[in-house]
């Protein structure tokens, strides 16, 4: 999981309506995808934190970019992508309402940390792929399929067990 990087938001002083904007440096750490680690090129990335007070807690917004690489989920092969993320919070202290409770405050410290690890993860798409039409790895012989020529790479067709006892019969 990510480094833990705390902010005191009790010591921002902000009065209800008030904001600051805060420039951090973002380590969202490695992400586990099917088994496999993603985790951005240069480990922190430069990001901005605005928050605002409210009248019961705090509203906040987070931004970053950077790039993300790991295997391709269809050849294993690198695979880099870029990624914007931008993750809004609300945390409005002393309410049982969960869509007022950030689960990224806790007595008034911010954990930029875990909450830009789980943006990451929000943030990527569903497949990061090496290139759009990776054409990934044969299902019988497990060679890439993209520095394969598709008239050379043929398997035989395999009969379907479920003829066996007919071939007895011969």
Not at 141 to 153: I, Q
């Amino acid at each position: 999981m990510a480094t833990h990087q705390i902010i005191d938001l009790d010591r921002m002083a902000l009065s209800p309506g008030e904001g600051r904007r805060i420039d951090v440096e973002v380590d969202p750490g490695p992400l586990e995808l099917g088994g496999q680690e993603y985790r951005f090129a240069l480990g922190t990335v430069a990001g901005r934190l605005d928050l605002s007070r409210t009248a019961a807690g705090h509203a906040m917004r987070l931004a970053f970019e950077g790039d993300v690489g790991g295997p391709c989920m269809r050849c294993l092969e690198p695979a880099e992508l870029s990624v914007e993320v931008e993750a809004r919070e609300v945390d409005q202290a002393g309410t049982a309402d969960e869509d007022l409770t950030s689960p990224y405050v806790s007595e008034g410290l911010l954990d930029v940390a875990n909450w830009a690890h789980d943006a990451v993860a929000l943030a990527l798409p569903a497949k990061l792929l090496c290139r759009p039409d990776c054409a990934g790895l044969c299902a019988v012989c497990g060679a890439s399929l993209n520095d394969a020529d598709p008239a050379e790479h043929e398997h035989a067709a395999a009969r379907d067990p479920r003829w066996a006892k007919l071939d007895e019969l011969r």
